[in-house]
């Protein structure tokens, strides 16, 4: 049994390595947030901290209460002038993910056959699978629920190691996408604003500081924004609270007090890490092998969902919107969620992009059910 506060020292260490290891020379290119996800999977899967499997109070907690202050917070140095011009494109390369997903979906239904080991209930699965990858785990419960997938543990569990293991693959890739793909085809170059933002916000990373009394302002504001949020969204469920806590940071970082206040983006960063490190810890390869046939054709499928996914996005979107970081950021809406997404967005320094991210990540939560339920009807 692992005691939370052990784990949670060595998350800590986790962020303070990666951050390390991002100033070297081989460190660099990589970035702390992608060193973190490496890092908590490595040490998950050797049994160091728990992993998805043996998931502890803590990991559930970081998920739901630390990732929004993390949102809240980041949100305070937003500001909305510079998001109109990125809706739109995003809107656009969210949607074409989704159909990407779906199509994934289609395609490795007819090369996989996953119905000769995982019997009549494929046909869930695969709807399961394109509604997880359309806008999270919400979509993914409720589709199970409904075709009670959940009592066949197995395949269930299954099924959740799948997903788990190739959402974190996937934040790794569309992380390096950028870097990887500017050589070969290039997007379009930055403006001399664009690269004044992103040199100010890497900046910004590593030589903010703060004071005793912002925190007194930041934090009890913070947990305030979250009780709000989780109230309204208890009145009205169908309003999703991270959805309410974002509007609130945004409406708060519009007045000049928020928005200068110190300490903001530095608090916001290091509990994005906090949670990117969690998300490496629930890659489990253990599980998948431990299921044997089942395991390894469950992530044969997704792996063949995401990657004609991907080849989409890349392909088609470079075609449509000209701008590599927000084509990673959008289909990281897609499979990882609204939250993921944002993280992707204060990683490349690109501000202006992550309200944008959280806001396709909650349209994905609507619709990814819906889709996710077409998908088995025409299966």
Known sequence: MHSALVVAAVLGLIILLAEKLALTRYGKPLGTALIAIILGALLANIGVIPSASNSIPLYGHIFHYIAPISIFFLTLGVNLKKIKSAGIPMLILFALGSVATVIGVFVAMFIISPESVLGEVAPAIAGMIAGTYTGGSVNFNAIALHYKVNESGVLFAGTVAADNVMTTLWILITLAIPKIMQPFWPSKKLTGSDKKSIAASHQTTHQ???????????????????????????????????????????????????????????LGLYLVYLFLAVIGAFCEFAAINNLEEIGFTLLLFVACVVLIHGLVVIFVGKLLVNDWQMIAIASQANIGGGTTAMALAETFGRKELIVPAILIGTIGNAAGTYLGFMVVGLL
Request: proline share 7%.
């Open 208 to 266: 903010e500081t703060t004071n005793l009394s912002s925190l007194m302002v930041l934090i009890p504001t913070a947990l305030v924004a979250l009780l709000l949020s989780e109230y309204v969204s208890s009145l009205w469920p169908v309003i999703p609270s991270i959805l309410v806590i974002t509007t609130i940071g945004l409406a708060l970082a519009q007045t000049k007090y928020f928005h200068e206040l110190p300490g903001s983006h530095l």
